[in-house]
């Protein structure tokens, strides 16, 4: 009994693990009548950056990036009740000033429409998306310019999804893009279950819930930059010890050159 216990246990753990994916499950609330939420969420954020951006910003950016393109990241960590959770949500940036706009920003986001397991529980989500543009160097001041996103640009983390080479999990063969995906994911998924312990605590308080996880597999092919949003703080260091865990990968590359590439995935911890 005690066996199949702790195996089942095990099972339940993994459920709600997914590949790390192009659409999000949360909708942005002023994107929810929009045929394209992704696309929406793309433009709008856009437009936060240019609204809040001010010259002496865009100078910031400008005297810190020499590429004409630069590329701005969103991590948005959304609440199971919508709102974006300003402790774990960050739009990059390596100045101080800038980081105060972002902040802005964020407090000025808005909310999320958040979907629902199958028991009918709001599910949080960590949303990782790029915003793309262009500085106008000839403009006095300089003016940042959005663009569209097609795929084509160059930036220090590369989506699983779109990267040309993905990282390669030890013991996964060279294989098609597609079958190594497939192979990672099988991988993590193995490594989650054979690494998993209940917290002890957690189960005396009958503690439960969903963790979301997000991770760098850096130009190195090491496990960095672990994140953990969602459930109680007991699950959410456990779910950070079973990915610290991780074995040392074979990096991404894009166009020949290594790549940071982030994965993200859930972990739902229940007890029955």
Known sequence: MKIYLLFFLLLSTTYGFTQSKNKTESIYTICQGD???D???YAKLQNKIVEYYDSKTIALIAKEKERDTIVINFSLAVSNDGTVDLINSFISSSDKEIDIVNKEILQNLGTFIVQKDNAGNSLSEFISTKTYFSIDRSSKPNKLISLPYNGDYTAE???FSVVDEVPIYPGCKNQPKDQLIRCFNKKVLDHVIQNFRYPKKAQRKSIS?????????DKEGSITNIRTFGADKILMSEARRIISRLPRMTPGKQKGKLVRVPFALPITFRLQ
């Open 35 to 37: 045929f394209d939420k």
């Open 39 to 41: 696309q929406c969420l």
């Open 209 to 217: 819930g969903r963790v979301n996880v997000m991770f760098l597999i």
């Open 157 to 159: 983390n590369i989506s």
